[in-house]
């Protein structure tokens, strides 16, 4: 596993949600933070319906409302709790969900 901090706790807006793109050895990565208050939940941007990513904005990932992810491409909504999809073509599925880790206001994944 490697750990790999993003940003701080106070970069990511509340509700809000950010995207990265960042290189690890031979691997380039898209992830994605989803903060409502304290809690910081982590994802892959790919979504469960092609593998593309989710956001055609940079880092917007949520719903208007900011209560659910919306996968732009095709309106797939998932759950920010778990990353389960609830409407749209990969309802059943999930986003591959990543640790996250905040340590001294910054905020990690592991993958
Ligand atoms: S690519 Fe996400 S809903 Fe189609």
């Not at 790919?46 to 949520?62: E, R, S």
């Not at 919306?70 to 749209?88: K, N, V």
């Amino acid at each position: 596993m490697t750990r790999r901090v993003l940003c701080q706790l106070d970069e990511i807006p509340d509700p809000g949600s950010r995207g990265f793109d960042f290189r690890e050895g031979d691997s380039l990565h898209s992830v994605f933070v989803v903060r409502t208050g304290s809690e910081v939940r982590a994802y892959e941007n790919a979504c469960p319906h092609t593998g593309g990513p989710l956001d055609w904005v940079p880092d917007q990932f949520l719903t208007r409302e900011k209560d659910m992810i919306l996968c732009a491409t095709h309106g797939a909504l998932f759950r920010i709790e778990d990353g389960h999809c609830l409407s749209g073509p990969c309802v059943g599925e999930d986003l591959k969900a990543l640790p996250v880790f905040i340590e001294r206001g910054a905020v990690a994944v592991e993958f």
